[in-house]
């Protein structure tokens, strides 16, 4: 038998103004897409900015519904649509933003796993890794890639 680590590397900055011009630019349209939320039931309003290596960002928010499972997160919304809508382009980074009542949570909000595996499958489609940013009030969280944030991927069919 053989012990063994899984190490996670991350930047943490204070503020957005740390960030390069690309990543605050891209952490503030995470922010900004926060207003096309649709979250009557939980209150929780996230936003997600997406990067082409085009250099195009797209938008999205998470939508709820009625009938919980047919709702949405704001991840999948901007990938899905960026896949969609650019087939042809990879996705360089996400950043994801929440707020609750119009004012920033002080801490990022973490991804669920199902979007952790999507943006699995757009970083093997797109043959890059994909930086994401998790962008808080107080923190903001930067991983080089998917894989620190979901290690030992399933991308094996
Ligand atoms: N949500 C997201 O859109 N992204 C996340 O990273 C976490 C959760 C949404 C799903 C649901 O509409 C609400 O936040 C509460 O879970």
Redesign the pocket.
């Known amino acids: 038998m053989t012990s063994k680590e899984i190490k996670i590397a991350y930047l943490e900055y204070e503020s957005i103004d740390q960030l390069d011009n690309r990543d605050r630019e891209l952490a503030e349209a995470a922010i900004e897409a926060t207003k096309g ?1 649709y ?1 009557p ?2 209150g ?3 936003g ?1 900015a997406v990067r082409l290596d085009t250099g195009e960002t797209i938008k999205g ?4 519904n009625a009938a919980y499972p047919s ?7 901007a990938m899905f649509y960026a896949s969609a809508t650019y087939p042809e382009n990879a996705i360089e980074a996400i950043a ?1 933003a ?1 707020s609750q009542n119009g004012i920033l949570c002080d801490t990022p ?4 796993g199902a ?1 952790r595996q999507v943006m699995a499958q757009y970083q093997t489609k797109g043959g890059r890794q994909m930086e994401i940013i998790l962008v808080g009030g107080k923190k903001i969280w930067k991983f080089d890639k998917v894989d620190d944030l979901l290690p030992l991927i399933f991308d094996s069919i």
């Open positions: 939320s979250a039931y939980s929780f309003n996230v997600a928010s998470n939508q709820e709702g949405i997160c704001a991840e999948r919304t994801i929440a909000a973490t991804p669920c979007c």
